[in-house]
Each structure stands twice: as C-alpha cells, then as structure tokens.
C-alpha cells in the first residue's frame, strides 16, 4: 500500500546501472533507506527530488516481501537553491545532517529530529545568519528537545535563582548547575563538571528556549561563546554519545 510523506534526503547512492539508494529523514519513519529504481534515468518520477540537501514529498511504496521501503515517485518541495550557492552555509548544512544521521534517529524522536532539521535549514537559506554558530546550536538544541532540559537558572542543590556572581559550576552527568554558596559548603557535583559565567548560563537557557529562525540574529561574546560551545560538546558526547572528530561524527 503506497502512502506519501514529507522526507529530507541526507544522501544517496547509486547501484547497478540506474537504480538509486536514498537515506532520508522523515518526520514519522525518522531515519531510513528507502529504493528509488530506474531514478537516475527518470525524467518524470523524481525531477530534481534525488539530491542530498532537498525537501520533497514522496509516494512510498514496499518490496513484494515487504522487506524494504520502495519511493515510487517524488514532487521537490524545496532545494535550498541559497545554500547550495554558498560552499560555507554548504558545509554547515551538511554537519547538521551527518549528525541527524550519526544520532540514528528513531521514529520516537523523527518529528524532532525533521523539524528541527528543517527549520535549520530554511534558516539558512533565507538569512544572513552567521553560519559558524550553527552546528553546536543545533547540536544543543537536539539535545534539549530529545528530553535532556537542564535548568540553567537556579542551583540543582538548594533552588536559589543564578545571581551575578562568580564561582558557578554545571555538572555534566546530572545536568545540573551548583551555586558558590553551596560549592563552598562542601556540596560539590558529582562526575565532571566544569566551572561556567553567569553570561554563559543565561546564553545556554536562551539557546535551550530559541527556535533556529532566532539564530540568524544571535551576537555572542567571544569568552561566552567558548564556554558555551565546550560545555556543549561535553554534554552531547556524555548524553547522546556522539563528538565531532576530524570532520566526522564518532561514537563515544
């Protein structure tokens, strides 16, 4: 029984003479192969819809055995004509699908996952945004969407409210932050943690509220920044066991 449904093509591949593997992302299957037989000769079944970097509505269909997904034929909702045309935002785009890919989405968090994929990448192509910022912003926010919330505006201890002082720490594994008060009274965080600005807390609960259409205006403080991009990087390799090494996602 065929049906149809929105895909977000991360990549593809070709076998025999004409015949084409699809690795797509959909919002309902999460992320999958599927067959498209015959797509790199059609002219009418798959009209630019066979591309990595392209939104398209497919009619998919099963093997006789039902054994694997079969795409019967596609309509190009969108290409990111933009980002094709910058070798930059190229680049980062790809980095945002390697990591959907990496983290082997299920179809629990497919809706996540493809939303937050889309809007990344309309984002994109319709702004200025400053690229580099993108993929640990979206690292983290597929983080706290898949259900890894900290609260990074009050102590994990005692409840108190981040102030303006000094001397806070973010625990890794709890996903917790400790307040100097208690730090001081012998409370310290269990596992790794790593010391954090009060600057830094209020930019990772922005980023944790934000949606990537608020990325394209973001303007962050250098030391801010890079407390923020290694706290980051250290959370997503402890909760979802994934770092960037060497251009390429590795399990960790």
């Given at each position: 029984m065929n049906a149809t449904e929105r895909a977000l093509v991360l990549k593809i591949g070709r076998f025999?003479?004409?015949d084409v593997w699809v690795r797509l992302l959909t919002p309902n299957r999460g992320v999958f192969n599927a067959f498209a037989f015959g797509g790199s000769r059609s002219r009418r079944r798959f009209v630019g819809c066979l591309d990595p970097l392209s939104h398209v509505l497919f009619t998919l269909g099963s093997s006789r055995r039902g054994d694997y997904t079969v795409l019967e034929e596609g309509s190009l909702l969108n290409n990111f004509s933009e980002i094709r045309?910058?070798?930059?935002?190229?680049?980062?785009?790809?980095?945002?699908?390697?990591?959907?890919?990496?983290?082997?989405?299920?179809?629990?968090?497919?809706?996540?996952?493809?939303?937050l994929l889309l809007e990344t990448l309309t984002m994109l192509d319709e702004s200025q945004a400053n690229p580099e910022f993108v993929p640990w912003l979206f690292?983290?926010?597929?983080?706290?969407?898949?259900?890894?919330?900290?609260?990074?505006?009050?102590?994990?201890?005692?409840?108190?409210?981040?102030?303006?002082?000094?001397?806070?720490?973010?625990?890794?594994?709890?996903?917790?932050?400790?307040?100097?008060?208690?730090?001081?009274?012998?409370?310290?965080?269990?596992?790794?943690?790593?010391?954090?600005?009060?600057?830094?807390?209020?930019?990772?609960?922005?980023?944790?509220?934000?949606?990537?259409?608020?990325?394209?205006?973001?303007?962050?403080?250098?030391?801010?920044?890079?407390?923020?991009?290694?706290?980051?990087?250290?959370?997503?390799?402890?909760?979802?066991?994934?770092?960037?090494?060497?251009?390429?996602?590795?399990?960790?």
């Open positions: 025999r003479e004409a045309k910058d070798s930059v935002r190229t680049g980062i785009a790809v980095n945002c699908m390697r990591f959907v890919e990496a983290v082997e989405v299920n179809p629990d968090d497919a809706g996540i996952a493809y939303d690292r983290a926010k597929y983080a706290f969407e898949s259900g890894f919330t900290p609260d990074f505006m009050a102590c994990g201890a005692c409840g108190k409210p981040v102030g303006m002082e000094s001397g806070y720490k973010f625990g890794i594994e709890r996903g917790m932050i400790a307040c100097p008060t208690c730090l001081s009274a012998g409370k310290p965080l269990d596992g790794l943690a790593r010391p954090i600005s009060t600057g830094a807390l209020r930019a990772l609960d922005w980023i944790q509220q934000s949606t990537p259409s608020d990325w394209a205006t973001i303007v962050m403080d250098s030391e801010v920044r890079r407390q923020c991009s290694q706290l980051v990087e250290l959370f997503v390799a402890y909760h979802l066991g994934l770092s960037w090494d060497n251009g390429m996602y590795k399990k960790v």
